[in-house]
């Protein structure tokens, strides 16, 4: 069964690797395990990584109820708040050493969204208010200092001065805003809101979600923008098929916990032709490409694209009952489980296949961007998605 072989991946496989890259000396969690499976206890660790990873055993604790999750959870959520969270400044750094000293202090605002996802998904888990107020001081601060008259600004120095924004820009461009930072503050703040009602918060979200309607949705391509100037003009023909079909069940979650059908009718329509173009032009029967630059496709296979394409498809299948969607979703799992799930034992995931399906190595296991939040939370949707009756359990 396709539920059952997910739940296996996450009980089995992925939960039991990240538990053991818990670092019990200096906190937090281990953040660079190289191809080879070297896993080296002195490197850097990125915020957002143990944001994530926070995230995820909070989310797994409410799953599955098992108190070695919640404590997994609280030991990265003491990590966030002992170590990188500047007390002086607010905000959370980009980086600490092994130990948990600041080594690189850029102020990202897609860093403060994920510090924010992390501390709600603590303080629903474990009820402890002190995160949820540690969410809502970032929260604060990001319209304090991180907003303009069109938007969310980037990158910033440890004083909120700003900087250039190589951290979240690339294909040879310089973006002052982009698209990925848009949607994880949009996915912030709804985690946010559900867990506070705050009408700020909503308000906030409002402004957004007309953001991506109005400047990021290029309704002619039926695809997203990524990289923009101040003012929210495109600089880059780039289609990140990733990025679309992620975003499309996210605004969808969104739009769900707001409960506010105008918005909704409007929106769903864009959620609808994301899923379906990415579909048409990312799909090839089995897995799911990365992106296109001026024409040219990257069919290559990301950890990450995969896990968001197969959300993604549940979603569509679960919005218009077309079953090509679901049908996608599982040949997508099956292409994961056969190809992607790297099957040495103390390891994972790959994090990158060619187009043949072969492991490029040289790419590592565990680095700052790579840890359980994509494919953890692939987990978590299947689950919550058939457990809610929104779908048969389905034979793999």
């Known amino acids: 069964m396709f539920v059952d072989e997910v739940k296996k991946e996450l009980n089995s496989h992925i939960i039991p690797f990240w538990m053991s890259l818990k670092d019990d000396v200096n906190g937090g969690y281990y953040s660079y395990m190289d191809y080879d499976l070297n896993l080296f206890v002195e490197a850097s660790k990125g915020v957002i990584l143990n944001s994530r990873i926070t995230w995820f055993f ?33 905000g959370v750094y980009w980086g600490m050493d092994y130990k948990g000293n600041p080594i690189d202090t850029t102020k990202h605002t897609y860093n403060q969204a994920f510090a924010i996802y992390a501390l709600c998904a603590y303080y629903e888990a474990s009820g402890e208010k002190e995160a949820l107020e540690l969410a809502m001081n970032i929260y604060d601060l990001i319209e304090e200092k991180c907003t303009d008259e069109y938007g969310y600004l980037e990158a910033f120095t440890v004083d909120f001065k700003p900087e250039s924004n190589e951290k979240l820009s690339e294909n040879g461009v310089m973006a002052e805003k982009t698209m990925n930072t848009l949607l994880h503050v949009l996915e912030g703040y709804t985690q946010l809101y559900k867990v506070s009602q705050s009408e700020k918060v909503k308000k906030s979200i409002y402004w957004i979600l007309d953001i991506f309607e109005t400047k990021v949705y290029n309704p ?35 739009l769900e916990i707001l409960e506010d059908p105008e918005i909704e009718n409007r929106l769903n329509e864009i959620t609808k032709e994301l899923t379906e173009q990415t579909y048409k032009v990312a799909f090839n029967g089995k897995s799911f490409a990365n992106e296109c630059e001026k024409g040219i496709v990257d069919g290559n296979s990301v950890w990450w694209v995969q896990a968001e394409a197969v959300v993604g498809f549940i979603n569509g299948w679960q919005k218009t009952g077309e079953l090509k969607y679901l ?3 599982m040949a997508l799992w099956d292409y994961i489980k056969e190809k992607l799930i ?32 994509h494919n953890g939370r692939m987990c978590f949707e ?14 793999a």
């Open 327 to 329: 049908d996608a979703a």
């Open 58 to 90: 909070s989310n797994s604790y409410m799953r599955i109820k098992n108190e070695k999750l919640l404590a997994c959870a609280r030991h990265g959520y003491e990590f966030l708040r002992d170590k990188c969270i500047d007390k002086k400044n607010g």
């Open 342 to 373: 790297d099957k040495r034992e103390g390891s994972e995931w790959y994090w990158l296949l060619d187009e043949e399906g072969n492991p490029v190595e040289g790419k590592p296991i565990v680095e700052p961007w790579k840890c359980p939040y």
């Open 382 to 395: 299947v689950m919550d998605r058939f457990k809610e009756g929104k779908g048969e359990c389905i034979d």
């Open 220 to 254: 002619a391509l039926k695809r997203q923008e990524v990289f923009f100037d101040k003012t929210y003009n495109s600089i880059i023909d780039l289609h990140s098929y990733g990025h679309d079909i992620e975003t499309a069940w996210l605004v969808d979650r969104t």
